[in-house]
C-alpha cells in the first residue's frame, strides 16, 4: 500500500533504543517526522541522522517530533545512538511490521538481505493525517529536508 499526503497514518506501537514503548496515536496535538532507514552505522544512514541531530532546534521550533525507524534491534539501535549523541527516538521495527504498514520495505536488498526497510520520510500533523510522503527506492540518497521543513511549517 502507498501512503499519500491527506491518508490516515497508520498506528504503530515500537520499542526505542531505550527500551521504552512509543504509540504513534500519544503524538497527537504535535506534528511527526517519521524516518525510516535501511541500517544502523552506515555511512548514508549515519549522515542522514547526523544531519537531522544537529538541525534539531529547527524540528523544536516547529513542534516536530522526530522519530526514526528501522529493522535493527533495540541493542543495537541503543549504541548507535549512544555512539552518535542523537538527540531523538530510535524506534526499533525488528518485526517489519510497521515498515510494511508504511509501504517502505525492500522485499530484496543488496547482499541478498530481505525485510530491509527503504528510506522513507513522512510528516503527520497533530491530527493524524499524512501531509507529506517519500519513499526512496535507492538507498543512497536522502529524503527532501527542505521539502520536510517547509512542510512543517505550513503546519504550524
Not at 542522514?48 to 516536530?64: F, G, K, T
Not at 520520510?121 to 527542505?146: C, H, K, M, S, T
Request: aromatic fraction near 12%; charge should be negative.
Amino acid at each position: 500500500m502507498l501512503l499519500k499526503p491527506g491518508d490516515v497514518a497508520p498506528d504503530f506501537t515500537l520499542v526505542t533504543s531505550n527500551k521504552e514503548k512509543v504509540t504513534l496515536s500519544e503524538y497527537r496535538d504535535k506534528n511527526v517526522v517519521l524516518l525510516f532507514f535501511p541500517f544502523a552505522f552506515t555511512g548514508v544512514c549515519t549522515a542522514e541522522l547526523c544531519s537531522v541531530r544537529d538541525n534539531m532546534q529547527a524540528y523544536n521550533d516547529l513542534n516536530a517530533e522526530v522519530m526514526a525507524i528501522s529493522v535493527d534491534s533495540i541493542f543495537t539501535l541503543a549504541k548507535f545512538r549512544e555512539e552518535q549523541g542523537y538527540n531523538f527516538r530510535l524506534l526499533s521495527d525488528f518485526n517489519k511490521e510497521v515498515s510494511t504498514l508504511y509501504g517502505c520495505l525492500y522485499e530484496v536488498f543488496g547482499q541478498g538481505m530481505r525485510g530491509v526497510s527503504k528510506r522513507s520520510a513522512f510528516v503527520i500533523d497533530g491530527q493524524g493525517i499524512i501531509r507529506y510522503a517519500e519513499v526512496l527506492e535507492n538507498a543512497g540518497e536522502v529524503p527532501d529536508f527542505n521539502a520536510i521543513n517547509e512542510t512543517l511549517k505550513t503546519l504550524n
